[in-house]
C-alpha cells in the first residue's frame, strides 16, 4: 500500500483548510510535494494551468482547490461561486488528463447532496434531488467535477476519484464568526465569553438537529489511503457516521473550553435540516477500518490549536 511513494504529487489549494492538514499528513509519511500557490499560477486562466503541468510534471494530484465561502458570501455572490469552480474544476482535471497525470484525487461538499436527502445519507443520492437552495451554485458546480471525473474514465481511461468528506473541523479552520462553520464558531463563542466574563453564551436554534463530524486529521489519512487503493468511478462518503444532536455538541464544546455559564437557545433562528449524517459503508468496504479519534479528543486538540493560533 505504497502507491505514492517516490511519486511526484501535487496539492492545488495547499494553503486552505484541507490543503493544509493534507500537506501535513504527507510530509509526515517522506512524500515530495509541489504546492503552488495563486501567485505561481491562477487556476482561473487556462494558460496558466497547462503551464503548471508543463513546468511541474507532476504524477498524482490532488485538486482542492476552489472558491468557497460562507452563507452570506454564497448568498451575494451565487454566479461566482458557480461560475469560478465549475471553470477552475473542468480546466484542471481537463489539463491534469492532456498532461498525462497517472491519477486525480478531488473532493466536493456534503452539501452537494440533495436538501432532502434520507439520513445516513449514502452516495446513490447525489444526483436525486436539487441541493440546499442558499448554497446551490457552489453545490452543483462542485457535483459536476463527479460527472468530469467520471466521463474522462468512461471515454480516456483517465484515473480520477471523488471523495465527499463530511463535516470536517480540526486546525487551520475558519475561526470567523460571520463564516466559520459551527464547531470552530463555538470554540470562539465560548473562548471569548470565558476569557471576558460573561455568564451567557446564546446559540442558534433548538439544539435538536443531529450532524455527524470527522476530525480533519482523520480525513486525511481516509484521503491519503484512497489515494494509494482505491481507483473506481463511484464517489465514496469521507465521514465517522456517528450522529451527535447539536445541543450535546454544544455542551462538549463549553466542556472542553472550560465556559460554565449558561447557555440560551435563540429559538427564532433556523436549525436547518433536522438529521444529516453520512453513511460510511462504502468508505469502509472500500478502504477498510480506521482509528478516529472520538469528539470530544477532536475538540480537544483544536480548542488547543485555536489557543495556540489566537492573534
Given amino acids: 500500500m505504497n502507491y ?4 511526484k504529487i501535487l496539492i492545488t489549494g495547499a494553503t486552505g483548510f484541507v490543503g493544509k492538514n493534507l500537506v501535513r499528513e504527507l510530509f509526515n509519511r517522506g512524500q515530495d510535494l509541489l504546492t503552488p500557490t495563486r501567485k505561481d499560477y491562477d487556476l482561473m486562466v487556462q494558460e496558466e494551468v497547462r503551464r503548471m503541468f ?7 494530484v490532488f485538486h ?11 448568498k451575494e455572490s451565487p454566479a461566482e461561486f458557480f461560475y469560478n469552480n465549475i471553470l477552475l474544476n473542468t480546466m484542471v482535471i ?15 461538499g456534503g452539501c452537494s447532496y440533495p436538501a432532502n436527502a434520507p439520513s445516513p445519507i449514502s452516495e446513490d443520492e ?22 468530469q471525473a467520471q466521463a474522462y474514465r468512461k471515454q480516456y481511461g483517465f484515473n480520477a476519484i471523488v471523495l465527499v468528506p463530511g463535516n470536517l473541523y480540526g486546525p487551520y479552520d475558519n475561526f470567523e464568526l460571520e ?15 470565558k476569557v471576558n466574563g460573561k455568564k451567557k453564551v446564546t446559540v442558534w436554534g ?91 479528543e477532536g475538540l480537544k486538540k483544536t480548542y488547543q490549536w485555536y489557543l495556540e493560533n489566537l492573534d
Fill in 64 to 74: 482542492l482547490a476552489g472558491m468557497v465561502g460562507g452563507i452570506l458570501a454564497n
Fill in 54 to 60: 508543463r513546468e511541474l510534471k507532476p504524477e498524482v
Fill in 126 to 147: 447525489l444526483f436525486n434531488g436539487y441541493p440546499q437552495p442558499e448554497s446551490a451554485p457552489y453545490s452543483l458546480a462542485k457535483a459536476m467535477s463527479v460527472v
Fill in 206 to 296: 433548538t439544539g435538536k438537529p443531529i450532524r455527524d463530524f470527522i476530525y480533519i486529521e482523520d480525513a486525511c489519512k481516509v484521503i491519503v489511503r484512497a489515494a494509494e487503493i482505491y481507483n473506481e468511478p463511484d464517489i465514496i462518503n469521507v465521514s465517522s457516521g456517528e450522529g451527535i444532536s447539536i445541543a450535546e455538541l454544544v455542551n462538549l464544546v463549553a466542556e472542553v473550553v472550560g465556559f460554565d455559564g449558561e447557555i440560551v437557545w435563540d429559538r427564532s433562528k433556523p436549525d436547518g435540516q433536522m438529521i444529516k449524517i453520512f453513511d460510511v459503508k462504502k468508505m469502509k468496504a472500500k478502504l477498510g477500518e480506521f482509528d478516529f479519534v472520538s469528539l470530544k
Fill in 179 to 193: 463564516s466559520s462553520h459551527v464547531i470552530p464558531a463555538l470554540i470562539r463563542k465560548f473562548h471569548e465569553a
Fill in 4 to 7: 505514492l511513494g517516490g511519486k
Fill in 94 to 108: 481537463h489539463e491534469a488528463y492532456l498532461s498525462g497525470v497517472e491519477k486525480l484525487i478531488t473532493l466536493i
